[in-house]
């Protein structure tokens, strides 16, 4: 069963530090220096999207990250051949599945996990098989948490887009897709399953986020990055650390 009242853990989301890096085509910002430096801020584990055009990440860095960050890595997804066979191979810490479109600028939605039951169960099987946590990046949905549930998935990760997208100033108790957010984390926990959020973070909406107690890793990137240009990569960690930690003290007052 998961422990309510661990401290909430960082993942940070390098794979925009490899979209500058490949606006270049040159070999910096170095992708294991940003995940040293991550690690050494705050972070407790590294997110990475291998995804199927290799727009940012790609297969050399994976094989990185995992070599110089061993149990660190969190290995972003689709559910296809290809990608199953390379986490076989680099045995990530874990896997995060999630639904991939080409034409995409970033993960637009949850997996639809409903409809891909079969599919994933094959998928998620032999991951689990060589021990790698697996989760699977859902919408805050109970059709979706139950198929979770069914298929033994490690962890779910909500998908927080609609949230932060929406997010202007209001409280939790007032927000409704706050409050979708929090209801699910709250069924996944009583059904003994590990949660984490994600996709479109700031500070105010990770302060928020972090006051549910059941949530127990924020995956974040692009905003850390993007504060990155202008107080560095380390500070941004730290200043983001900060944010879940006040929202967690928050969550255990109320
Ligand atoms: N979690 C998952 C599963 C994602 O796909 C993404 C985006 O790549 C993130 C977290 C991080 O989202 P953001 O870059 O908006 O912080």
Known sequence: ?????????????IDHIATLRNARGEDFPDIINAAKVALSSGADSITAHLREDRRHIKDLDIEKIA???????????AATREMLDIALKIKPFSCCIVPEKREELTTEGGLDVVSK???L????DPLKDLGIRTSLFIDADESQLRHCVDLNADCIEIHCGSYCRSFDGNLPSADDEFLKIKNISELAYK???????GHGLNYNTTRYLSSIKEIEELNIGFFIISEAIFKGLGNAIIDIRECMDEGRDLGEKN
């Open 117 to 119: 039951h079969n599919q």
């Open 191 to 197: 059904e003994g399953i590990e949660v984490h959020a």
């Open 121 to 124: 169960k094959d998928f998620i």
């Open 1 to 13: 069963m998961n422990n309510i009242d661990k401290k909430i853990k960082l993942g940070v989301n």
């Open 67 to 77: 070599s110089n960050f061993p149990g660190k890595l969190n290995l972003e997804m």
